[in-house]
């Protein structure tokens, strides 16, 4: 099976601009989380969806927005971007059985100007 | 606040020795506990996992080290090698929560030198 697929993986943006990060998850993973990692902060949550519906949010503010597709596909969006959004932004998909596992893309490195 | 302490934040250990990652927390609703591993370049990759019913995990050369009463929990890596070299991360999860709402460590990163 292929891996969970982001893109892009690099992305270089202006303050005050908009983008939106996609992430597709393992065949048949219908849940996707994402995380902002920053050397600062580390690893932290930002949302989780499951079949379309956000089931979980992080301490983000509402710039940070996403949603899901019916194919389980994702997407992120930040909207009006500040130099302290530059991040690896990771998405991570799980079969959501009882499996705990989940498996990580190789993110998304956003830079800011 | 940080809900899971993780030390040391670097570790530079001999080929051969054992690589030991300590990491604490306080949320008591905790009860799953993954530890993931991150090359360069790369997504984190889980490479253990504990549940709080037991005190040890072992898989090949990792071992989890758990300890409920104090609130900690251990990696140990056996026999280390310079492939071992990444950056480690713990874990935790709140019973009751999603599937994917996992709270992380800062991580340690692991020079394994010949």
């Known amino acids: 099976k292929a891996g969970v697929t982001q893109t892009p993986r690099y992305l270089i943006k202006t303050r005050g601009q908009q983008v939106t990060l996609s992430c597709s998850p393992i065949?048949?993973?219908?849940?996707v989380s994402w995380y902002q990692q920053t050397p600062g902060q580390g690893l932290q949550f930002l949302f989780e969806?499951?079949?379309?519906?956000?089931?979980n949010k992080g301490n983000f503010p509402g710039r940070f927005s996403g949603r899901q597709f019916s194919n389980s596909r994702s997407e992120m969006n930040v909207s009006t971007l500040e130099l302290g959004d530059s991040a690896l932004y990771l998405c991570a998909s799980s079969p959501r059985t009882s499996s705990d596992t989940q498996y990580f893309g190789p993110g998304t490195r956003l830079t800011v100007l | 606040q940080q809900q899971v302490k993780q030390s040391p934040q670097s570790l530079i250990v001999q080929k051969g020795g054992i690589s030991i990652i300590n990491c604490a927390y306080e949320n008591t609703a905790f009860d799953y506990f993954p530890w993931y591993q991150q090359f360069p370049g790369k997504g984190p990759a889980l490479l253990i996992a504990?549940?709080?019913?037991?005190s040890e995990k072992k898989e090949g050369r990792f071992t989890i080290s758990f300890n409920k009463s104090a609130k900690q929990f251990s990696l140990h890596i056996m026999d280390s090698q310079p492939g071992d070299s990444a950056t480690y991360f713990c874990a935790a999860r709140a019973r009751g929560s999603t599937l994917g709402r996992l709270y992380f460590g800062r991580g340690t990163q692991l020079t394994v030198w010949p």
């Open positions: 969806y499951f079949s379309e519906t956000q089931r």
């Open positions: 065949s048949g993973h219908r849940s």
């Open positions: 504990i549940r709080p019913d037991v």
